[in-house]
């Protein structure tokens, strides 16, 4: 039986020769050499990211020449002063001050109906008792949210579980109180649900279209590889189920958005077919996300499986750019965000919002960093009864800012990462800063491939700068 399985094993990895090679090629060409610049190489020239600010730019060959060995002499902090793109740092040590919550997510059902094999939740109850919340604490959760707020600010309420929908009525109540609520103070409230869809019905694409609803479904690739990581408790595959429940919600789409979150294991590696499949299954985007901590730490990526998502996620991107080029739509969320953020120049000390403007809620009313320290101590922030614990998350903000990470204080890739999902840090450390970094490099290539010169915030060349 080992030896089958090992066989196929081998097969199947072989399959991702060609997407292997491109990954081992962005993993060494991200390598870090400063921890203040990062140097791409395009078909367009040289280009330097500096990571204070996250800025761009493009750099004529003797100036790219001069970077490259400043790297190698530890004096590029001197060079990118010289050059007019040194400067104040735009994120310094000091810990944010904890901001008003502006998101909140809602374990509004700590029970599931399926036996995913790396669910975090375990199986929804979060090592504790099945339960549901009842529709007082969700209220109550909504007045933390919508209490705190100043007229005019944008809020998000998600659902989360479990499986949310097994406590549908409380759901619905809440959401159209909270509605109601927003409308009268002059609120801008979203909403939003990750599901495993196995228990969608018309009603419910009907209701979430109503609320403007963004739809996350847990799906893991094809039928046979979905199946696999996402049965039923009594081992049944859903897959047919999910995409059945979900007709009426994707041929709904106009408030509504519907989009596929696929988690990534040893097992579900073929990216771009699962990407292709569901685009054209009207899915509004894909995002793939590795499975890095597991309680069980069955299904959690190791080194050699980041290295074939990273070849695979470059596959997907290439096809992106190829489409982006000819005008076409292709919703790879992974790289839309991607391209959106190094737009932007993003530059944050923080990966995510967690413990900051986003809380989670346990279907008890105690209040967690975000979702997935839901029963969890290391992000304990309180409770509906006696309120956010301050101090609790202001100690969290100052433990967790990038600058008190390591290695991250000393990566190029830190403002555009953040130093990583705190759960899966705290649980495993930081298995995955080659994949992130290899990812990033790829993508700011891209950008630079699409868009034009002077485009956006970071892209000038430096001696336009100086
Ligand atoms: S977690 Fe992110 S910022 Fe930290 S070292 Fe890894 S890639 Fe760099
Ligand atoms: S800590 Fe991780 S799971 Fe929680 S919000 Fe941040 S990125 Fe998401």
Redesign the pocket.
Known sequence: MGAICRRREGRFRKGFRVSRAAARHYMTASAPRSREAHLIETALGGHVFVANGSRLFDAVPELFGQFDRAMNEGRVGELLDGVGLGGAPYVDDTPLVAPPVHALSLAIAQKCNLGCTYCYAQQGEFGGAAKNMAAARANQAVDLLVNGAAPGARLNLAFLGGEPLVNRAVLQATTRRAAALAVERDLTLTFSITTNGTLLTEGDAAFFEEFGFAVTVSLDGPRDVHDAQRPYQSGKGSYDRIMENLQPLLSRQRRMQVSARVTVTPANLMLRRTLDQFVAGGFHSVGFSPMLSAPTGQGEMQGDDLEIMLGEMIDCGQEFERRSIAGDRYPFANMVNAMREIQRGTHRPYPCGAGAGYLGVSADGDLAACHRFVGDAEGAMGSLDAGIDQARRSIWLAERH?HT?E??RD?W??YL????CHHEVIRRG?PA?DY??GWLHYCLEAYLRLAPPGCGEGRRTPAEVA
């Open positions: 990038v990470q290695p991250c990566c890739a830190r990462c953040g130093g990583g930081r800063c992130i970094r």
